[in-house]
């Protein structure tokens, strides 16, 4: 038995998720996983928006598409910062006990370049080149470019350059921050890149994908999506889960901003150096998201940090969770091969949560969060296009998949 990990939004599943999952399996592969573990995200996700359809769906094509056992990442890390977002869900891998690999899929394909360049960010030297940048006012993102190239030459800090590298580092730090035993796996991403507007072939990227759903051209995504999830895709869109857009909670999302002090906004996860003054202000003058959020965005803090913090907001979600590991594991769904990772996982180091009434019992921290998930749910139910009533999180039990 070899268990990986796979750290995901599915956002929504389609064939890259596909080809990553089976590169994990290939019994002709450098993995050869005979059992898959996802972290997924739950109803918000590290965009600072809505997920395109409710979790309960996407744990569907998950299972539906090759995973065995689907587990939550709590919404303070999944709409947190890379490295928050990282570290919470190799958090839960680790604790299960039972994670051999952390597979994931890069640009640049191989485990090396990213091990060196971790080497890089966690060295003193890294640390006071980056506060030196950031003084200067630019980007987080521009200024660990620039201390990384400082540091490794530009040709070793240009994994940097990718967004799924940087991820994958994200992810290497976490096992080292850990001293997990978890080897690190990584596949090299083909066909349409992160974000990428047009498909390549039958790879299309998930931002795509969500602008087809979005203005209603479900069947022009089908030959980027397997069929069963595409299926469960379709059935979503007809019974109005799907898709879901923050335009649709925008007034409730204003009317929530509009309500907080300034001191409340200093307490939402990503604020600093006096950021809750100029987004405070701009709550206060802007009358839709786009202008709030063109209104406080600035090449120092980009829109999708912005749009996180906001959303926080919104939600109600403080600062301080993110730092922390998460406190338990939750089983959002099984497959056939579930029940041997949830065996082999006996020892794990956090309680293993399949149904919600557990939870009655657990310390306040748990219960809290849980709580926090409850509220995020019932407000993201106004993001579909038929909202659901609220209690969802206690009413929908594990998902179990036995195709």
């Known amino acids: 038995m070899k268990v990986a990990g796979i750290v995901a939004e599915y956002n929504p599943f389609h064939n890259g998720h596909a080809h990553h999952i089976e590169r994990t399996r290939a019994a002709d592969g450098a993995c050869r996983a005979t059992h898959i573990v996802a972290v997924m995200s739950g ?3 590290q965009r600072g928006e809505p997920a395109i359809l409710p979790k309960a769906d996407r744990v569907r094509a998950a299972l539906a598409g090759g995973v065995d056992l689907v587990i939550e990442l709590p ?5 947190a910062s890379a490295e928050a977002f990282a570290f919470g869900a190799v958090s839960l891998l680790d604790a299960l006990n039972c994670v051999d690999v952390l597979s994931f899929g890069s640009e640049c394909g191989t485990i090396e370049p990213l091990q060196k360049i971790t080497d890089v960010l966690l060295s003193d030297r890294f640390a006071g080149l980056l506060r030196y940048h950031l003084e200067g006012g630019i980007s987080f993102p521009e200024a660990r470019q620039k201390a990384a190239e400082e540091i490794a030459g530009k040709k070793a800090a240009s994994v940097l350059e990718s967004s799924n590298n940087t991820l994958g580092v994200e992810y290497l730090k976490a ?7 978890i080897r690190p796996f990584t596949i090299p991403r083909f066909g349409a890149g992160h974000d990428e507007t047009l498909p390549v072939g039958d790879m299309a990227s998930a931002s795509f994908l969500r602008g087809l759903l979005a203005a209603g051209r479900t069947a022009s995504a089908a030959p980027y999506i397997p069929a069963v999830p595409l299926e469960i895709l379709h059935e979503a869109a007809k019974a109005g889960r799907c898709p879901a857009q923050t335009a649709l909670i925008e007034r409730a999302m204003l009317s929530a901003l509009r309500r907080l002090t300034k001191e409340q906004i200093a307490r939402l996860p ?5 950021l809750e003054n100029r987004i405070y202000e701009a709550i206060r003058n802007s009358g839709s998201m786009e202008a709030l959020l063109t209104a406080v965005k600035t090449k120092r803090y980009p829109l999708t940090r912005i749009r996180r913090i906001l959303l926080a907001g919104f939600l109600g979600l403080s600062a301080g969770w993110e730092s922390r590991r998460p406190p338990y594991i939750r089983v959002l769904g099984i497959g056939p091969k579930g029940a041997e990772i949830l065996q082999a996982a006996k020892g794990a180091s956090l309680p293993l949560v399949t149904r919600v009434s557990q939870m009655e019992a657990f310390p306040e921290e748990s219960r ?10 019932d407000l993201y139910a106004l993001a579909l296009p038929i909202p659901l009533p609220c209690g969802t999180e206690y ?7 036995n195709e």
């Open 43 to 45: 109803n918000f996700v």
């Open 75 to 79: 919404l303070p890390w999944a709409i």
């Open 175 to 181: 096992l080292r921050r850990l001293d997990s035993p």
């Open 270 to 274: 990503g604020i600093s150096e006096g």
């Open 368 to 377: 809290r969060l849980l709580a926090l998930e409850a509220r995020a749910a």
């Open 395 to 401: 009413t929908t039990g594990m998902i179990r998949w």
